[in-house]
């Protein structure tokens, strides 16, 4: 069952991992809920975050296994004593990736009732979210590249949003690019390409500073 309503709020993301983040959560709803049972997928706009829900009515989780839902390299029951067990590696690495977007995730269960798994992100209306996620992109870059050069951004929805916004789209396009120029490196120069939705940013820190520890 998916509760999808129409104008939610555009998010700053990665869809690749966005799409792994709903494969661990369905995956395991699917897992612990019997052929009867039902998994409602539902998002609704909430205080400048998109809250997204994946709900089970199966066995549910236990208190105890609970607490410890999300750690990494843990295996558990959905009931108390036997049963299947996890990896404990999947809803680890989705708190991970929820992480890198600047969001946050919680688990909400009964026994024989049903789980929860409630996870947000920061909508793209304001600079302050725009922010949080670069400095997540460059967290992330910053333990695999010591010393990157260039950052880019790429707008793989460039055309609706230049059909939705009409002759703000410039202007906005213009301003996310500083935005991510200032955030990444004040002293870098930004080259911008709005009819392509791509900007790029030089890191002048390059050769010095890993800019993902600059303060």
């Known amino acids: 069952d998916a509760r ?25 709803a699917l897992k612990f809920t019997p052929r009867a049972g039902k998994i409602t997928i ?8 998109l809250e997204i829900v994946v709900a089970d009515n199966g066995i549910g989780i236990s208190p105890s296994d609970l607490t410890r839902i999300f750690e990494k ?25 929820v992480g890198m977007h600047g969001g946050t995730i919680r688990a909400e269960s009964e026994l024989n009732r049903g789980t929860r798994i409630v996870f947000t ?10 922010r949080g996620y670069l400095a997540a992109l460059l967290g992330a870059a910053g333990q695999s590249l010591s010393r990157p050069a ?6 793989e929805n460039r ?17 996310l690019c500083q935005t991510v120029g200032g955030e990444v490196d004040p002293r870098g120069q930004v080259w911008i390409f709005p009819e ?11 050769q010095g500073e890993d800019p993902s520890r600059r303060e």
Do not use: H
Not at 150 to 155: E, N, R
Not at 160 to 175: N, V
């Open 4 to 28: 999808i309503p129409p104008g939610l709020p555009q998010v700053f993301a990665d869809p690749d991992k966005l799409e792994q983040v709903l494969i661990n959560l369905i995956g395991n």
């Open 42 to 49: 539902a998002a609704e706009a909430r205080n400048g975050w």
């Open 73 to 97: 390299f843990t295996q558990f029951a959905r009931e108390e004593g036997g049963g299947a067990k996890g990896t404990g590696l999947g809803l680890a690495i989705t708190k991970q990736l």
């Open 121 to 130: 992100l920061p909508d793209c209306s304001s600079e302050e979210s725009l």
């Open 150 to 155: 260039l950052f880019g951004v790429s707008l």
């Open 159 to 175: 055309d609706e949003l230049s059909r939705t916004m009409g002759e703000r789209y410039p202007a906005f396009f213009e301003k």
């Open 196 to 206: 392509r939705g791509i900007c790029v940013t030089t890191l002048e820190n390059a």
